[in-house]
């Protein structure tokens, strides 16, 4: 019995190493690389969030501002980072900051996460306690307590309503 077809020294054909797959799990290299440079630009984000919240209690709104501003860079669909930068800038409403820019950050907070109850309550923090717009701020705070009833905020709201104004 000859074996046909076999013989080590046949000049059969080689079988090429399969190629590696450049699709792992379905997604190509490039957006691999998308995905974690999202992710890094987001870890970047939040360490400049730490840095601006580290630059806020020492007293250094400027710093802060400037921090914030990077984050948002990074991360521009992050409604918090708008509303902290909001606050930062609220610190420094009488050295430069107008009343405009610092509710562009709190609007465009409110934008991105309608159902953020801190972002309503801190542009209506700011209306009525930096604006004195306490018809502007009662809408804003009712809003954020339909989101979640803070009792501290329903005390704030219950004030504005009896005419006795904005409280802490």
């Not at 930068?85 to 405009?100: N, T």
Request: proline content about 5%.
């Amino acid at each position: 019995m000859t074996n046909r077809g076999f013989s080590p020294n046949a000049n059969s054909t080689k079988r090429k190493k399969p190629k590696r797959n450049k699709f792992r799990s379905g997604v190509a290299p490039s957006d691999r690389q998308s995905k974690y440079s999202i992710g890094d630009a987001r870890f970047k984000a939040a360490n400049y969030f730490m840095a601006a919240s580290a630059a806020i209690a020492n007293g250094d709104e400027v710093a802060a501002i400037d921090m914030m501003d990077r984050a948002i860079e990074l991360a521009p669909t992050d409604s918090s980072y708008y509303s902290f930068r909001g606050l930062a800038k609220s610190m420094f409403l009488l050295a430069g900051y107008d009343a405009d820019e610092i509710m562009a950050d709190f609007n465009r907070a409110v934008e991105l996460a309608p159902d953020s109850p801190m972002a309503w309550w801190m542009r209506a923090k700011f209306k009525g306690e930096d604006l004195k717009s306490l018809e502007a701020a009662g809408l804003d705070l009712d809003r954020a307590i339909e989101l979640y009833p803070n009792p501290q905020w329903v005390r704030i709201r219950e004030s504005i309503e009896n005419g006795n104004g904005w409280i802490d």
